[in-house]
């Protein structure tokens, strides 16, 4: 149950996926031929809106497209389920975001990002911002991602922290993590290459993945849920320590998974379940976005997402 309007925010990136499937990654200098060409909306935070609407919440996005024609085709997705898109800007002179994403046999993804509007910024947009943040209902839950400058995450995290709003971070890319930024956010979603990234544990094992959390809690995040490499995820706080297994489901793609996870942990917030549930909740929804291939394509909706959580349930 979500407080009356209260809204899931998506500020990060827009961008436009070109994507196609190779039996392995190129080696340097070579010329690989591969298959299955997708031209698709993609963007961390759009996916996060997509799939909150998917899920039967209301969904605002927040982000830059350039002027060019690509900007239409990545808010198509978005603008279909209706997505809120009257915070989305159009940057003059800057193209949209490219990512050129190759997906191997196994599922695994190899991302390269033309982050082009993505980080073109003024002052006046990054206010701008974090003024959506503060007009926010309240119940809302504000969910990001690094993929947009330093300083319109901080400063839309802090109006959140100001609102009373919780704040979601996909720390995604962990790179442009801002040490500051830790003790601003109440839930952390790394994946095992981010977790290492951020706090150089490598994430093999439950163990592991609970170790990381413990340092990313140390660091100030309330928090942590370290996703393991079999799709599962540990949640550390203060006082827990809890993994939650996968759905056991064929991978065929695991782009925008991620953003599946911190999405619908992003909804379960709103709604109020507690943090396991919400985490379990979180985890189905990642486990059933890499069942297709490409991102807001394979995202499932509330009635797919509930069938294979109750089917789990009733195999236990
Ligand atoms: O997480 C998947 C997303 O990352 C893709 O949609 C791509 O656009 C990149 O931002």
């Known amino acids: 149950m979500t407080a009356d309007d209260a809204i899931l925010l998506a500020l990060g990136s827009i961008n436009l996926d070109l994507q196609v499937r190779a039996e392995r990654w190129p080696g340097p200098g070579e010329t690989l031929q591969v298959h299955d060409l997708l031209r698709a909306g993609g963007g961390k935070a759009a996916n996060r809106a997509f799939l909150a609407r998917r899920l039967g919440v209301r969904a605002c996005l927040v982000g830059h497209v350039g002027d060019d024609d690509f900007a239409e085709e990545a808010l198509r997705g978005p603008r279909a389920v209706g997505v809120e898109l009257s915070h989305v800007t159009r940057v003059a002179g800057q193209a949209t975001a490219l990512a050129m994403i190759v997906v191997r046999a196994d599922g695994d993804k190899t991302i390269l990002l033309a982050a082009n509007a993505n980080d073109a910024w003024s002052e006046g947009d990054v206010g701008a911002a974090a003024q959506v943040v503060a007009a926010a209902p309240a119940g809302s839950v504000l969910t990001v991602d690094l993929e947009v400058p330093e300083a319109v995450v901080l400063a839309a995290v802090r109006a959140a922290r100001a609102r009373g709003l919780q704040v979601v971070l996909d720390p995604s890319p ?143």
């Open 174 to 316: 962990a790179g442009r993590m801002p040490d500051e930024l830790y003790p601003l956010i109440d839930v952390i979603t790394p994946n095992p290459e981010e977790a290492r990234a951020l706090v150089g544990v490598a994430v093999a094992s439950e163990r592991d993945a609970i170790r990381a959390g413990e340092q990313l809690c140390a660091r100030g995040v309330r928090v942590a849920c370290v996703k393991l490499p079999d799709g599962g995820a540990a949640l550390v706080s203060a006082d827990r320590r809890e993994v939650v297994a996968p759905l056991d489901v064929e991978v065929v793609d695991k782009t925008g998974a991620g953003d599946a996870f911190a999405g619908a942990l992003g909804v379960a917030l709103l709604e109020r379940q507690e943090l396991v549930q919400a985490v379990k909740f979180a985890v189905a929804a990642s486990s059933l976005a890499v069942t297709g291939y490409g991102s807001q394509a394979a995202y499932p909706d509330r009635g797919r997402l509930e069938r294979a959580r109750a089917g789990r349930e009733r195999r236990a």
